[in-house]
C-alpha cells in the first residue's frame, strides 16, 4: 500500500470512530437522561473492581450496548482487557466502531438466553463480569438461568456485578413518591434538549450506517422486551444459591441497585 492510500485508510478509520464516538456519547446522555446518578454507579462499580480484584482484570461486559462500561474500565484501568457481549446488531456497530484498533477489547454477538453463548467466548473465565441498566429485559427464569452460567465463568476470588432497576415491593408509598419525582426531574430535563429512548432510536433508524442494524433490532426485540425487574433481595439469594460465595448490595439509589457477588 501507497502512503497516500495508507494516509486515506487511516483517515476514514478515523472518522468511522469519530461518528461512532458521538454516537456513544449521545446514547449515553439518552441513559443520563434517565438515570442522572448512571456515572456514580460506575463509580463506585469500577472500585470494587479494583478492590476485589486489581487493576488489570479481564472483564466480561455483559449485555454491553455501545461499551459503556468498557470505556469507563479502560479510562480508568489503562491494562484492563474487555469483552463485550451482546445481541443488538445496532448497538454493536456503535460499540466496535468506537473501539476499533484497540487490542484490549473485543466484541462476540450472542442472545444470552442460549444456554451455549459461553461457548463463543475467548476466555474460560474472568476476573469481573459486569453489567449495567440491562438485565432487567430478561424474565426471572432466563435470569436465574443465566446466573448458573455466570457463577461458571466468574474465577475463584472473582466478582460479578449488576447495577439495575431492583425496586422493592413491600414499600409502595415510596415507590410511588420516587416515580413521581423522578419523572418531574425527567419533565425538566427533556425541556433541556435531552432525547429520549424513542427518540434516540428514531434518529438511529434514519442514520446510513445504522439503519439497517437498527431494523434488525426491532425484529428482536421489538419497542421493549417483556422482562422482570426482581427485588435486590432476589439477586443476591440466587447469585448466592448459585454458587457464589457472598453478595450484597455496594450502592443504591430510590430505584436502582448495585449488586456484588464474590466468587
Not at 2 to 21: H, I, K, P, Y
Not at 28 to 53: G, H, I, N, S, T
Amino acid at each position: 500500500m501507497t502512503t497516500s492510500a495508507r494516509n486515506a485508510t487511516n483517515a476514514t478509520e478515523a472518522g468511522g470512530r469519530a461518528w461512532a464516538l458521538e454516537y456513544q456519547q449521545s446514547w449515553d446522555r439518552q441513559q443520563e437522561w434517565y438515570m442522572p446518578d448512571r456515572e456514580e454507579r460506575f463509580r463506585v462499580m469500577l472500585d470494587m473492581v479494583e478492590a476485589c480484584v486489581g487493576t488489570e482484570p479481564r472483564v466480561l461486559d455483559l449485555a454491553c450496548g455501545t461499551g459503556s462500561i468498557t470505556a469507563r474500565l479502560l479510562d480508568r484501568f489503562p491494562n484492563a482487557t474487555s469483552t463485550g457481549i451482546d445481541l443488538d446488531p445496532a448497538l454493536l456497530t456503535i460499540a466496535r466502531g468506537t473501539f476499533e484498533g484497540d487490542e484490549r477489547v473485543g466484541f462476540v454477538e450472542a442472545d444470552l438466553k442460549d444456554p451455549d453463548w459461553p461457548a463463543r467466548l475467548p476466555y474460560d473465565t474472568y476476573d469481573a463480569v459486569l453489567t449495567a441498566t440491562a438485565l432487567h429485559w430478561l424474565r426471572t427464569d432466563a435470569l436465574d438461568d443465566l446466573y448458573g452460567r455466570l457463577a461458571g465463568l466468574v474465577r475463584h476470588g472473582g466478582v460479578f456485578m449488576n447495577a439495575d432497576h431492583m425496586p422493592d415491593d413491600t414499600t409502595p408509598r415510596i415507590n410511588a413518591a420516587e416515580r413521581i419525582q423522578r419523572h418531574a426531574r425527567m419533565g425538566q430535563a427533556q425541556t433541556d434538549g435531552a432525547l429520549d429512548w424513542a427518540e434516540w432510536w428514531a434518529r438511529a433508524a434514519e442514520d446510513p450506517v445504522l439503519a439497517a442494524p437498527t431494523a434488525r433490532r426491532f425484529e428482536i426485540y421489538g419497542d421493549h422486551a417483556d422482562g422482570e425487574m426482581p427485588s435486590a433481595a432476589w439477586h443476591t439469594r440466587t447469585l448466592l444459591a448459585h454458587g457464589f460465595g457472598e453478595a450484597r448490595a455496594v450502592w443504591c439509589s430510590p430505584s436502582d441497585t448495585l449488586v456484588l457477588a464474590l466468587k
